[in-house]
Structures are given as structure tokens and as C-alpha cells.
């Protein structure tokens, strides 16, 4: 005879959702890293003994949120971003989903982002992330649209939740994306041979100062900033906790740092390209090696520093104030870029605050697939950049 599940009560499942709920709430205000059963257990107002009976462990309940509260419309965002990247349906309801996004979609995002790093995450997420993408399947220029529409629409997501950007930005960004992802181009003949980056380390000149920033965005990058030690950041730059403390006073002083050293390291890096002479054609390809550069094995380690930045300063001020700040001196440099060839400010701002989500969205997506540094983005940046020299009167 068939062991047979014991009935539970109304009461009993309407508490199991009241916990679900509640640690949704956990992980949208302190992240998924700090979801444990106690604070749940205040929330909802029950003892932790009455998670720990439904939840084994914080891995476990994280589990449980992604399948019944974020996973759903998570997943169906990606459907979506899916069907308008490869021309089923239209796209306009996109950014307003993203710039509008409910608690489920930005838990579960910040989910997607650091499952790489959850084992029993990535068990459940894996799977049915590929299982939708079917990156194995696609053609060139399938993989380009995706890849850039998914890129921008979790980027705006995951930059939303630290810097708050105009709506209307986004949507005329939306519109003219939109228009170019419907544009058939015939790029030149001839193999896209994208320049891949090199590593972003430390130069600021001190020897202490680069071994430890390097360090820590290695270490920051690999278990996030909630799991990251003094101790362990030194270890890893070969000197004692002591050593960090004579140059630092606290852990967050020196995420805050390499935030900064090593953000204008990567702009300093990439500066070979955006110094290039623009104009309406030359601007699709800057683009496209701009974002090329952002993949690869050797950018990787950088690029999921920044993108644990930035799940660490959605849930922090202090952290988002920095993040604010080089949003400002970035749209600074677009500005200085794009002038050459008579693009409007508003234009440019429009440019650099994309420049600023995709590589964030692009970071995520790395988790999942592989070759995004040998992805032809020109089949969408040549006819979007061309939209945006129509739209600013540039020549």
C-alpha cells in the first residue's frame, strides 16, 4: 500500500505562505545573502522552529522563494524578452517591466545573479534558465539579439534598484532598441574578430593598495561582499588581517575602493576604443567591441566584482551613493565621446545610461552561457546607434 502524504490544515498552508511572503520581503530589503530563518520568523511572528520544520536550512527557504514567488515571473520575463528578440511579439511592455519591476522580479533577479555561487540554486535555476534560452540552438544573430535585449532589460532592472533613472529615458532607449532588434543589416563581409579585454587590476602606483583591492575583488567577486573577510582578503594578497587594517579601516572602506580604482581602470582600458573617431558608422562598432571586451575569461573575475557591487549596494545607501557618483563622472565621458560627432547631451546621456545596465545584465547572463565575448553585437548596435544619430541630428 502507498505511503499516503498527511493532510495538512488550512492553517497550516496558509502559514507556509505567510513565511514565503515574508522571506520574499527579507531578501528585497537585506538580499538573499542575509535571508535567514530568524529574521523570518519575526516578520511572520512565529519562532524559527516553525521555519526550520518547513525549511531545513536558508538554502532551502531560498529554494523555496525562487520556485513559488520569484521564479514564475522571473522566468516569464525571460520568455518575453525571448519572443520580442527574435520577432514574435512586440516589445514595448518590456521596459516599463523593468523599470516598474515587482519584488518577485527584483528578488529573483538578484537570484539569477549570485545562483553561480549558491549550489542549491543553482540546481533548481540552472536548468530552467537553459532550458529557455536554448543558446545552443540559436544562429549568430540570434544570439546577438538576445543577448542585448536580455542584457538591457535585467540590466535596467539591477541598475534601478541603486540608481534611479527618468522612465522616460529608459522608454525612448526601449523604443529605439525595439526598432533596431526589427532591423535586418548586412554587416561587412569578412569574420567579426571582436578585441577582447585583457584582466582590470589595480595601478594606482601603491604596491599595498593593489594587492589588496585586487584581493578583494577577487574574493568579492568569487562569495560576495556578505561572506567576505578581512582576513580572507589578505590571506589571499599573502599578508595578515593587521596588514588590510593599516590601509583600511573597514571591510566596506575597501569595497569602496576598488569600486573606484577599478572602475576607472576598466574605463582607462577600454579608452583605445571610445577615443576612436565617431561618427554615425564608426559608432555600431565601437559599441559592439565595447561590449565584446566586457566577456571573456579574462574580464570575468571584474565583471562579477562590479555586478556583487551592485547587489550589495541595492541593499545599502552608502554603497549606492558611490555607484551614484560614478554614474555621474561616467555620463561625463559619454559626453566627451560622442560631442565629435554633434550628438545632443540628452542623447548622450541616453547612450551612457545603457552603457552603464547592459554590461551589468550582460554579467548575469555570463552565469548561464558561454561565448558572449565572441557574440557579433553589430547586428544590433550598427542599426540602434544609427536610431540614435537620426534621433540626435548627428551627422
Not at 532551502?60 to 521564479?71: F, I, Q, Y
Not at 516598474?100 to 555561487?117: K, Q
Not at 550628438?343 to 554590461?359: E, H, N, R, T, Y
Request: charged share 25%; hydrophobic share 45%.
Amino acid at each position: 500500500m502507498p505511503i499516503r502524504a498527511r493532510a495538512r490544515s488550512a492553517q497550516s498552508v496558509r502559514r507556509d505562505g505567510e513565511i514565503l511572503d515574508a522571506a520574499l520581503e527579507e531578501v528585497v530589503q537585506s538580499g538573499t545573502d542575509q535571508l535567514g530563518m530568524h529574521p523570518v520568523a519575526r516578520r511572520v511572528g512565529v519562532t524559527a522552529g516553525a521555519i526550520y520544520a518547513r525549511h531545513e536550512t536558508p538554502d532551502e527557504l531560498a529554494v523555496a522563494v525562487w520556485t513559488d514567488r520569484c521564479g514564475p515571473e522571473t522566468l516569464q520575463l525571460i520568455d518575453d524578452c525571448l519572443a520580442v528578440a527574435l520577432g514574435h511579439r512586440d516589445g514595448g511592455d518590456l521596459v516599463e517591466r523593468a523599470v516598474s519591476a515587482t519584488p518577485a522580479v527584483r528578488a529573483g533577479l538578484e537570484m539569477l545573479a549570485i545562483a553561480r555561487r549558491r549550489p542549491d540554486l543553482t540546481e533548481v535555476m540552472q536548468p530552467e534558465v537553459l532550458d529557455r534560452l536554448d543558446w545552443e540552438s540559436r544562429d549568430p544573430r540570434e544570439r546577438a539579439r538576445i543577448a542585448f535585449l536580455v542584457g538591457i532589460v535585467w540590466g535596467i532592472v539591477l541598475h534601478d534598484n541603486v540608481s534611479d533613472v527618468e522612465p522616460d529615458v529608459w522608454r525612448l532607449a526601449m523604443a529605439l532598441i525595439n526598432r533596431a532588434l526589427a532591423t535586418d543589416t548586412e554587416l561587412s563581409d569578412g569574420e567579426w574578430q571582436p578585441e577582447v579585454g585583457d584582466r582590470i587590476t589595480s595601478r594606482t602606483g601603491d604596491a599595498l593598495r593593489d594587492a589588496l583591492v585586487d584581493s578583494a575583488a577577487a574574493v568579492i567577486g568569487q562569495v560576495g561582499l556578505q561572506s567576505t573577510t578581512v582576513s580572507r582578503v589578505g590571506r589571499r594578497a599573502g599578508l595578515t588581517a593587521g596588514a588590510v587594517y593599516t590601509q583600511y579601516a573597514s571591510k566596506d572602506d575597501l569595497l569602496i575602493d576598488a569600486i573606484r580604482v577599478l572602475l576607472d581602470e576598466a574605463v582607462t582600458d577600454n579608452r583605445p576604443l571610445t577615443d576612436r573617431t565617431v561618427d554615425r558608422i564608426e559608432m555600431g562598432n565601437v559599441a559592439a567591441h565595447l561590449l565584446t571586451r566586457g566577456g571573456g575569461e579574462k574580464r570575468r573575475p571584474w565583471l562579477r566584482f562590479r555586478l556583487e557591487a551592485y547587489i550589495a549596494a541595492s541593499h545599502r545607501r552608502d554603497l549606492a551613493a558611490v555607484l551614484d557618483e560614478l554614474h555621474t563622472n561616467g555620463r561625463g565621458r559619454y559626453h566627451a565621446m560622442l560631442a565629435p560627432a554633434g550628438v545632443k547631451p540628452s542623447v548622450a546621456d541616453l547612450v551612457a545610461i545603457v552603457g552603464q545596465a547592459i554590461p551589468l545584465g550582460l554579467a548575469v547572463l555570463d552565469s548561464y552561457v558561454d561565448g558572449l565575448d565572441a557574440i557579433d553585437f553589430r547586428h544590433v548596435t550598427m542599426p540602434l546607434l544609427g536610431y540614435v544619430a537620426d534621433a540626435s541630428g548627428a551627422r
